[in-house]
């Protein structure tokens, strides 16, 4: 089945922006799809928080069988989420972030979408980010 990264990109985001009791039918969903899926979430002040996001998004996808474990889609998924939090970084740096994030995957396609909330006193701050990689379709996945 062919994939574009259009398609994978929006599971991600939906997966990042819905609540914990929507996770799972999504997951259904998408996995009837062909598209899989996994979600966390993550916390903390930003830039004390940047590794731990990185890790986070990798155990997931691992968990939940998005990826093998080779560098080359550790890599993947990494890179994807590190540019992911280089968007959202310019509006919480050095703040104190919640949120969630959504990983996709869809043939070659993988995507890592951060959305969160950034506390600043009772003002909230609502910022997403989005990345995606491409890896070798293996069937061995999933």
Known sequence: MKFNSMEVAKAAIKLATSERVEEKKLEEDFKSKNIFTAAVDI????????????ERALVASKRKGIIRDCHVHDGAVVGAAREAIMQVSAKANGLNVGGKIGIARGGEHISVCIFMSIGLLHLNEI???????SIPDDEKTN
């Open 127 to 133: 910022v997403i980010g989005l990345g995606h990689r």
């Open 43 to 54: 916390g903390g002040n930003l830039n004390e928080s940047i590794t731990k996001i990185m």
